[in-house]
T-cell receptor
Framework: GIQVEQSPPDLILQEGANSTLRCNFS?????LQWFHQNPWGQLINLFY???GTKQNGRLSATTVATERYSLLYISSSQTTDSGVYFC??????????FGKGTRLSVIA | SQTIHQWPATLVQPVGSPLSLECTVE??????LYWYRQAAGRGLQLLFY??????ISSEVPQNLSASRPQDRQFILSSKKLLLSDSGFYLC???????????FGSGTRLTVV
């Protein structure tokens, strides 16, 4: 099956700093999503981005499908950005396979 | 608008007891439905998914089972819980591979 690797596994930032999270996947996909899991466990869908670039406020994401990676950018980080960020991919109609996540801690 | 409900939020069960977790979706028809489990640590493991009533695909053979008795209802069950069944169980839905997933708020299960 598809393998998903996320880096870094852990990240500590000062409030206001920028960061880039990376997701590498082992096979071609037609579905790629980024999620944020807050400290209470709720998973929030950030982007559906099998290719191209999208932006939503301070967050943006880019997927280069031909090179099998995706990047999530967080600018001007805030303490509320803390949590775990997951990349998940799928091909055809198969369910999403999740990476192990990047745990982000933003310190005031 | 579409919403997903998952209950209970927290559950503590003794080893060997049965389990029933329920997930329902409102505001849409014929959704794809998924059960994931998140053990200590952070990875999400797919347990079951369903593309229609009575259609269940299992990813991990174990003492858990799933059923979809109605279009927007997905149930996760066990006849006898094991300690290793402890974890955070998440239900999700979407309308196909071109759509994002929406997750429920999850059930934290502790088997003692």
């Amino acid at each position: 099956g598809i393998q998903v690797e996320q880096s870094p596994p852990d990240l500590i930032l000062q409030e206001g700093a920028n960061s880039t999270l990376r997701c590498n996947f082992s096979d071609s996909v037609n579905n790629l999503q980024w999620f944020h899991q807050n400290p209470w466990g709720q998973l929030i869908n950030l982007f559906y981005i099998p290719s191209g670039t999208k932006q939503n406020g301070r967050l943006s994401a880019t997927t280069v499908a031909t090179e099998r990676y995706s990047l999530l950018y967080i600018s001007s980080s805030q303490t509320t950005d803390s949590g775990v960020y997951f990349c998940a991919v799928g091909s055809g109609n198969t369910p999403l396979v999740f990476g192990k996540g990047t745990r982000l801690s933003v310190i005031a | 608008s579409q919403t997903i409900h998952q209950w209970p939020a927290t559950l503590v069960q003794p080893v060997g007891s049965p389990l029933s977790l329920e997930c329902t979706v409102e505001g849409t028809s014929n959704p794809n439905l998924y059960w994931y489990r998140q053990a200590a640590g952070r990875g999400l493991q797919l347990l079951f998914y369903s593309v229609g009533i009575g259609q269940i695909s299992s990813e991990v053979p174990q003492n858990l089972s799933a059923s979809r008795p109605q279009d927007r209802q997905f149930i996760l069950s066990s006849k006898k819980l094991l300690l290793s069944d402890s974890g955070f169980y998440l239900c999700a839905w979407n309308l196909g591979s071109a759509y994002g997933y929406t997750f429920g708020s999850g059930t934290r299960l502790t088997v003692v």
